[in-house]
């Protein structure tokens, strides 16, 4: 079967750096995305891979190992603000989309 | 666990056709339902919410005479796209929410994504 595992919860402290990581089973591979979601608003694109390596964007660096079917979410310098849930979705190979669970970040002073 | 199934996973039809999307939710009632559109790399929009028995409520900027919302049962919602144009091409994300245990665990209201349909139209 198809299958995302991502943490269910992380706290981290305001400042510091937190990695969220996401592994992934699927039939077929078409991309990994990493998606920002505040309680009662609509997820927010953060970042797509498709080929392995990191890439950094701001704050936030997305990384993608293909071979290891595993993803990190690296956000540093962390403000309250990124309390939010973090969700990694992958499209297989039927260009449906594969959503983990969701890993809720708490940013704490 | 709990899942959020849509069918079909992908549709193509003629300009003018009418187009349903169907999103279940399974193993768990969704009191709430949501549907997303998205467009290549970009953040998922939110067309609507819908609460069970109860008309859906549409972000500004949806027509809601087009984008039609029915969530009949706790664990059914359908969208479908009335008169299609190529414009609507796109892909369609439904969401779930509602009450589901983790093994052991207590009751807790969580939101699950479906996989998506893609609607292109000709």
């Known amino acids: 079967g198809q299958n995302i595992d991502q943490p269910t919860e992380m706290t981290a402290t305001e400042g510091a750096i937190v990695q969220i990581n996401c592994t992934y089973q699927?039939?077929?591979?078409?991309?990994l995305f990493w998606y920002q979601q505040h309680a009662g608003e609509a997820p927010t694109f953060l970042s797509y891979?498709?080929l392995d390596g990191l890439e950094e964007k701001g704050r936030f660096s997305s990384f993608l190992s293909r071979s290891k079917g595993y993803s990190y979410l690296l956000l540093k310098e962390l403000q309250m603000k990124d309390s939010a849930s973090y969700l990694c979705?992958?499209?297989?190979?039927?260009?449906?989309?594969?959503w983990g669970a969701g890993t809720k970040l708490i940013i704490k002073p | 666990g709990a899942v959020v199934s849509q069918h079909p996973s992908r549709v193509i039809c003629k300009s003018g056709t009418s187009v349903k999307i169907e999103c279940r939710s399974l193993?768990?009632?969704?009191?709430?339902m949501f549907w997303y559109r998205q467009f290549p790399k970009q953040s998922l929009m939110l067309m609507a919410t819908?609460?069970?028995?109860?008309?859906?409520?549409?972000e500004q900027g949806v027509e809601k005479d087009k984008f039609l919302i029915n969530h009949a049962s706790l664990t059914l919602s359908t969208l479908t796209v009335t008169s299609a144009h190529p414009e609507d091409s796109s892909f369609y994300i439904c969401?779930?929410?509602?009450?589901?245990?983790?093994?052991?665990?207590?009751?807790?209201?969580?939101?699950?994504f479906g996989p998506g349909t893609r609607l292109l139209v000709l």
């Open positions: 969401s779930a929410r509602g009450e589901t245990r983790t093994s052991g665990g207590p009751l807790q209201e969580t939101q699950y």
């Open positions: 819908s609460n069970e028995g109860s008309k859906a409520t549409y």
């Open positions: 193993d768990f009632q969704a009191t709430t």
């Open positions: 891979n498709v």
């Open positions: 699927t039939s077929g591979f078409n991309g």
């Open positions: 979705a992958v499209l297989d190979s039927n260009y449906q989309l594969i």
